[in-house]
């Protein structure tokens, strides 16, 4: 059971350059999320998903978009990277809200 | 704004003391509060969690403690392993709140 995965697990980008990030998971959740986890800030989410077709802003979604076309899979975008974008992107599922939800290994994106 | 906080950003421990590290809450509909455990280089890890018609609440050599009257949640590891050492998160969900809001961490540090 390989849980939440997360591709790439390192990325450097140049500013300007876009990019997706993939999650996949095979629990057949249906809520999934994009964090960013930059230091001293904690874990901050990006966007969210309560099912297939279905996407919501979260906390800091500027400059992110999100798709979510199969149950599952959650792709993050980037289409103009800036530096401020810097950081570990983490995705997670869980069966409901407010239940306990897993986590990928990260994706670690650096713009330059 | 609600947020959740942390009293010790870090905490250094001998090994086989118990542990203890503490969670602030500002949001009084949360109702789900959570804790996870993040090694270095990996994706937050699920340690126990408790709902809000709960005080207290054991795992294996890990409890959680929930008081809310003063919006206060902690966690205590026993006989703490070397292996304990992480960065600890609690993370708060329920009522008005449809995601889980992390607090900022605590890097526990076990020595042998």
């Known amino acids: 059971n390989a849980g939440v995965t997360q591709t790439p697990k390192f990325r450097v980008l140049k500013t300007g350059q876009s990019m997706t990030l993939l999650c996949a998971q095979d629990?057949?959740?249906?809520?999934m999320y994009w964090y960013r986890q930059d230091p001293g800030m904690g874990l901050r989410l990006i966007h969210y998903?309560?099912?297939?077709?279905?996407?919501a802003k979260g906390e800091v979604p500027d400059g992110y978009n999100v798709s979510r076309l199969k149950k599952q899979n959650f792709l993050l975008g980037l289409e103009s990277a800036a530096p401020s974008q810097t950081s570990v992107y983490f995705c997670?599922?869980?069966?409901?809200?407010?239940?306990?939800?897993?986590f990928g290994q990260g994706t670690r994106l650096t713009v330059v | 704004g609600e947020s959740v906080g942390l009293h010790l950003p870090t905490l250094s421990v001998q090994e086989g003391d118990n542990s203890i590290i503490n969670c602030a809450y500002s949001?009084?509909?949360?109702?789900?509060f959570i804790w996870y455990k993040q090694e270095s280089g990996k994706g937050p890890q699920f340690i126990i969690d408790?709902?809000?018609?709960?005080d207290k609440r054991q795992g294996q050599r890990v409890t959680v403690l929930l008081n809310k009257t003063v919006k206060h949640l902690s966690l205590q590891i026993a006989a703490t392993q070397p292996g304990d050492s992480a960065v600890y998160f609690c993370?708060?969900?329920?009522?008005?709140?449809?995601?889980?809001?992390f607090g900022k961490g605590t890097l526990l540090t076990v020595n042998p």
């Open positions: 629990m057949n959740h249906e809520y």
């Open positions: 408790i709902r809000s018609n709960m």
């Open positions: 949001n009084s509909a949360s109702d789900y």
């Open positions: 997670a599922s869980s069966i409901q809200l407010n239940t306990e939800a897993f």
């Open positions: 993370a708060e969900g329920g009522g008005s709140n449809y995601k889980l809001t």
């Open positions: 998903s309560v099912g297939e077709g279905t996407t």
